[in-house]
């Protein structure tokens, strides 16, 4: 295959995909592996009143995330 057959590689949807998959891994890391560290060193009753707090954290990290998505969509137009 040649240069002229291939399409352009668009940049701008390879970052948008590495940032969602970064997002997305850092809201399991600290929902889901913070969850199980504090399983288990606290107890897993413990767990029941710390995932609310771990959600949270999750939220407001996708709601920044969102916020400057919307930023860039509104600076662009």
Same mark, same amino acid.
């Given at each position: 295959?040649? %240069?002229?057959?291939r399409p352009p590689t668009d940049f701008r949807a390879m970052r948008k %995909?590495?940032? %969602?998959?970064?997002? +997305?891994?850092?809201?399991v890391v600290l929902v889901v592996v913070g969850g199980g560290l504090?399983?288990?060193i606290f107890g897993?009753?413990? +767990?029941?009143t710390a995932?609310?707090?771990?959600l949270a954290g999750a939220g407001l990290l996708a709601g920044?995330?969102?916020f400057f998505v919307i930023a860039e969509r509104w600076a662009q137009s």
């Amino acid at each position: 295959m040649n %240069r002229k057959e291939r399409p352009p590689t668009d940049f701008r949807a390879m970052r948008k %995909r590495h940032e %969602r998959g970064t997002l +997305l891994a850092t809201v399991v890391v600290l929902v889901v592996v913070g969850g199980g560290l504090i399983g288990l060193i606290f107890g897993w009753s413990q +767990l029941l009143t710390a995932v609310p707090c771990l959600l949270a954290g999750a939220g407001l990290l996708a709601g920044l995330y969102f916020f400057f998505v919307i930023a860039e969509r509104w600076a662009q137009s």
